[in-house]
């Protein structure tokens, strides 16, 4: 599936956010960010009144990222309720080692409470988001 970044986007300081579909959000963060709690909670607020407030599966592009995720930022991206209650599944994009350690751990350690899983290549990780769409039930 190709990725169109025509369709509706938020720009923040921290990244941008494309409605790539009417279900699939794509949150790419700049080159050298360090994510804090405040942009955490920026991107969740964006991408639940960019779908105003109808849920959504989420492609998580941290590639060429160099950046950092705070603690309190991960966590909240993992158990914020409310957003969990909007994003039904997030496919993080990776291209470093270094990256794919920080989303393993993500994942094992702060234990989102939503499905996510960590991917090489963003078709892959559409193919996958795909195959979550009766989430949206």
């Known amino acids: 599936m190709k990725i169109d970044y025509s369709k ?3 720009e923040l300081d921290c990244g941008t956010l494309w409605k790539i579909t009417d ?3 794509l949150m790419r963060f700049k080159d ?4 804090c709690l405040e942009d955490a909670k920026a991107v969740s607020e964006a991408a639940i009144n ?3 407030g109808k849920k959504f599966l989420a492609i998580i ?3 060429n990222m160099g950046g950092s995720v705070a603690k309190e930022a991960s966590k ?8 969990a209650k909007y994003r039904l599944a997030q496919a993080i994009v990776v291209n470093t080692l270094a990256m794919k350690l920080v989303a393993r751990f ?3 350690i702060d234990k989102p409470l939503r499905e996510a899983q960590v991917f090489d290549d963003i078709e892959e990780a559409m193919d996958w988001l795909q195959t ?3 989430l949206l039930g």
């Open 106 to 108: 993500y994942i094992k």
């Open 61 to 63: 592009d941290v590639r």
């Open 23 to 25: 279900e699939i959000v």
């Open 8 to 10: 509706e986007s938020r």
């Open 76 to 83: 909240f991206f993992a158990t914020n309720e409310e957003i």
């Open 32 to 35: 050298g960010v360090d994510l």
């Open 132 to 134: 979550k769409r009766y």
């Open 50 to 52: 960019l779908f105003q």
